[in-house]
């Protein structure tokens, strides 16, 4: 049964750039039927689509955060990893990872729905 | 960008009730919309994409459709364990967005 685990800390200081990373377990990181996402929740609020990578490190971003947003992938180790930027207090959060199923025909990309999640971390941005 | 909305954003409704949420994309996004639930302190779980296709393991109290900006999941009796917040999820492109959120509490 594949799961996912983020890690990285939970606290980290306005300015500073914030690291999580993805491990996945039960199945291959590289499987071409999925897309690895990140996605997080402020305290109280909705979720909120951050960016997805695939195996071959293709990236897809949030544009309201692409600017300070960097996902790469580690096939060796089967992880994936969020760096964000220049953090401030709006950046509090639970962060996911997730699997995004997809599928490829018709010399076209379909993305259907992120069926495996983490359990989530949560991350403090606070001096 | 797409922008998804979804109404209502609260309802509240008892055991055994048919309860209807509705989400409305910005743009024709065709059939390429996901259905979440998510409860207090848990991850989101899939429930329906492709708007009307149900997640393996999902009961089939829950269902979805709709294509182009205006999709509904109907959730045909609802039981103890549904209480929770429904996102949708727009899919058309790899740019992906959630809508607000749809809370479902108990009368």
């Known amino acids: 049964q594949l799961q996912l685990q983020e890690s990285g800390p939970g606290l980290v200081k306005p300015s500073e750039t914030l690291s999580l990373t993805c491990t996945v377990s039960?199945?291959?990181?590289?499987?071409?039927?999925?897309?690895w996402g990140w996605i997080r929740q402020p305290p109280g609020k909705g979720l909120e689509w951050i960016g997805s990578i695939y195996y071959s490190g293709s990236t897809y971003y949030n544009p309201s955060l692409k600017s300070r947003v960097t996902i790469s992938v580690d096939t060796s180790k089967n992880q994936f990893s969020l760096k964000l930027s220049s953090v401030t207090a709006a950046d509090t959060a639970v962060y996911y990872c997730a699997r995004l199923m997809v599928d490829d025909w018709n010399q076209q990309t379909y993305y259907y729905g992120m069926d495996v999640w983490g359990q989530g971390t949560t991350v403090t941005v606070s001096s | 960008d797409i922008q998804m909305t979804q109404s209502p954003s609260s309802v509240s409704a008892s055991v055994g009730d048919r309860v209807t949420i509705t989400c409305r994309a910005s743009q024709g996004i065709s059939s390429w919309l996901a259905w979440y639930q998510q409860k207090p302190g848990k991850a989101p779980k899939l429930l329906i994409y492709a708007a009307s296709s149900l997640q393996s393991g999902v009961p089939s109290r829950f269902s979805g459709s709709g294509s182009g900006t205006d999709f509904t999941l109907t959730i045909s009796s609802l039981q103890p364990e549904d209480f929770a917040t429904y996102y949708c999820q727009q899919a058309n492109s790899p740019i992906f967005t959630f809508g607000p959120g749809t809370k479902v509490d108990i009368k």
């Open positions: 039960g199945g291959s990181i590289s499987s071409s039927s999925y897309y």
